[in-house]
Each structure stands twice: as structure tokens, then as C-alpha cells.
């Protein structure tokens, strides 16, 4: 078992930067892949960057370019760096982790991020 807790959140403009951050603790197994889902209002949830131990990490294409990703291992925590932020990237996103797949097992509470035009 892993608990992920995030943080981060907030409300920004268009154009603006936010970092998420997501501190694991429990099983170190259990957070071989991490990453973000995000989930609109109205819309499922959708997968936004996902990355491995080994730093492996993959984007959906609407964010590409504009959001990375990044882990510290040692801390066991994953960071969610979003620049140029556009009103649709308003959602919450919810921290995962799972020991093989993105197909997360493990989820946190969920932080709500807001951009206004």
C-alpha cells in the first residue's frame, strides 16, 4: 500500500505557472510508475504525464511542451512543472502510482487547478 499526498494547486491566468508536487509514503515498490490524471468538469479522467523509476516519462499531446514531469527518488515524490496554462487545463489532478503500468492502483485526494481567461 502507498498513500500519495498532493499539493500545489490554486488558481492562476492564462499564460501562468504552477508546480504540483505528490510525496509517496508506504511501499517503494508500489511507486515504480507515477504520475497525473487530470479530470474536468463533465469530462473523464485523462491521463496527463506519467514517469518511471527510471525516469522514463511520457505526455499526453495537449500538454506536451508545456508541462513536465519529474521525480526525486530519494524523496519518493513526483513534481508536475505546468507553464503557459490555458483555461481548458482547468481540472482536478490527482497524483497515481502503480508498481508496473500507468493503469494506477494507488491515487491521491486530487488537487484542483484553475486558469482564468
Known amino acids: 500500500q502507498v498513500q500519495l499526498v498532493e499539493s500545489g494547486g490554486g488558481l492562476v491566468q492564462a499564460g501562468g505557472s504552477l508546480r504540483l508536487s505528490c510525496a509517496a509514503s508506504?511501499?517503494?515498490?508500489?511507486?515504480?510508475?507515477m504520475g497525473w490524471y487530470r479530470q474536468a468538469p463533465g469530462k473523464q479522467r485523462e491521463l496527463v504525464a506519467t514517469?518511471?523509476?527510471?525516469?522514463?516519462?511520457n505526455y499526453a499531446d495537449s500538454v506536451k511542451g508545456r508541462f513536465t514531469i519529474s521525480r526525486d527518488n530519494a524523496k519518493d515524490t513526483v513534481y508536475l512543472q505546468m507553464n503557459s496554462l490555458k483555461p481548458e487545463d482547468t481540472a482536478i489532478y490527482y497524483c497515481g502510482a502503480d508498481p508496473w503500468s500507468t493503469d494506477f492502483r494507488s491515487w491521491g485526494q486530487g488537487t484542483q487547478v484553475t486558469v482564468s481567461s
Open positions: 514517469i518511471t523509476r527510471g525516469g522514463s516519462s
Open positions: 508506504g511501499s517503494i515498490f508500489s511507486t515504480n510508475v
